[in-house]
């Protein structure tokens, strides 16, 4: 079985990316992808997701795989949806698109999704649904450091960058409906 060999960026390709990520679009921009992920370590691409108030995006396994920031074990609300630009992870997946959905993310959006421009308690309508950042923090774990590698990793949590949110937001369904890549999203 022959072996498939991934790129990962070094620290200054990144650096030279941050440009076209800093001019995402304000305000108004486009779902690129939706993903769920029905186990540990799959993932399936949807034409289109359902975002449920308790269930997050239909089918995914986040209510069931629980978080360690929550007393009891169980599922943390304000984590539901994980959020990331297009534009961040199109650069650290080295134009390869086929790898976007490693990030582990279910919404992946052209949009600036910086704090400055969408605090915490900010809403965006979705395709027909709305979600609501919350305040907790999304950071690159073991797995995307292994999927995009260590320059990567250190790229998207860096102090300086942490205001950009490189790596992400979280956030929770305030208003169930559907989402499709393609799909308008715009700040409320």
């Given amino acids: 079985m022959a072996t498939e060999l991934v790129r990962h960026l070094s620290a200054a390709e990144l650096a030279e ?6 001019a995402a679009p304000r305000g108004v921009g486009t779902v690129e992808l939706v993903v769920r992920r029905p186990a540990e370590g799959e993932r399936e691409v949807l034409e289109a997701g359902e975002l449920d108030l308790v269930e997050g995006v239909v089918g995914d396994s986040w209510r069931h795989r629980g978080s360690r920031s929550t007393p009891d074990g169980s ?15 199109d650069l650290v997946a080295a134009g390869d698109r086929d790898r976007w959905g490693l990030a582990g993310d279910q919404l992946y959006l052209d949009l600036d ?3 400055e421009q969408l605090p915490a308690g900010t809403r965006l309508a979705v395709g027909d649904a709305v979600i609501e950042v919350t305040a907790l923090p999304h950071t690159g774990c073991a797995k995307f450091m292994q999927r ?17 949110r490189l790596r992400g937001l979280c956030a929770k369904v305030v208003e169930p409906g559907t989402v499709r890549p393609g799909d308008a999203v715009r700040t409320l």
């Fill in 113 to 115: 999704l910086s704090e």
């Fill in 75 to 89: 599922a943390n609300p304000e984590m539901q949806l994980n959020v990331m630009s297009a534009r961040v992870v």
């Fill in 148 to 164: 995009f590698g260590v320059d990567a990793h250190k790229f998207v949590n860096a102090k300086e960058h942490r205001p950009l």
């Fill in 17 to 22: 990316g941050l440009p076209a990520i800093l």
